[in-house]
Every structure is written in structure tokens, then in C-alpha cells.
């Protein structure tokens, strides 16, 4: 089964951190490019986060210098280091891939929350 697992949401302050993580399982992981998108009511699901296999890194403007990406292809886990968070931030957050038979795989959603 190709399976992604997200988790670490949760609520924080604005200027708060959190760190989420996204498991795979039953897919090639070190061969995959792995990305995190966000998520809400009235935004479409948006790109956040892309890590390529050799760990090249890319970021939606909204995010470069407050999130980093970042892969552990011995434990078959991504990561978003989310730093100074901002209200806006506050979405469903899916980690995402491709196989490699191009067939999409997306994580549960993890909820982040920012707020007073």
C-alpha cells in the first residue's frame, strides 16, 4: 500500500514554530521528490515545500526564510520546520508525491493553527 501519514499540527501564537512530519510507506522513497501543500476553505490547495531526491530544496514565496524542508530517507520521513508563523499560515497542511508510475500519492491533512 502507498501510503503518506502527516502529523505535528497543532496551535500556536503567531511568531511560533512547528515542526511536521510525513511518513511513507510502500513507495520508492529516496527515488521521489516529496512536497508539503496548504489548504483552506476558501484557498485552493497551494504548494508550500519541494524536496527533490538529491535533497535540492525549493519554497513558495510566501514561506523562504520562516520553513525548511528537509528528508530522512533512512526513516522514510519529510519534514516542515515551519518558524515565525503568521496567522495566514493557518491551513490544512498534505504531504504529496508522484510515484514512479506518475500516480499521485497525498497524505491525510494535519491542521495548523495560528492564533492569539
Known amino acids: 500500500q502507498e501510503q503518506l501519514v502527516e502529523s505535528g499540527g497543532g496551535l500556536v501564537q503567531p511568531g511560533g514554530s512547528l515542526r511536521l512530519s510525513c511518513v511513507a510507506s510502500?513507495?520508492?522513497?529516496?527515488?521521489?521528490?516529496m512536497r508539503w501543500y496548504r489548504q483552506t476553505p476558501r484557498n485552493p490547495r497551494e504548494r508550500v515545500a519541494t524536496i527533490s531526491a538529491g535533497g535540492n530544496t525549493n519554497y513558495a514565496d510566501f514561506v523562504k526564510g520562516r520553513f525548511t524542508i528537509s528528508r530522512d530517507n533512512l526513516k522514510n520521513t519529510f519534514f516542515l520546520q515551519m518558524n515565525s508563523l503568521k496567522p495566514e499560515d493557518t491551513a490544512v497542511y498534505y504531504c504529496?508525491?508522484?510515484?514512479?508510475?506518475?500516480?499521485?500519492?497525498w497524505g491525510q491533512g494535519t491542521q495548523v493553527t495560528v492564533s492569539s
Open positions: 504529496q508525491t508522484q510515484n514512479i508510475w506518475n500516480h499521485e500519492i
Open positions: 510502500g513507495i520508492r522513497f529516496s527515488m521521489l521528490t
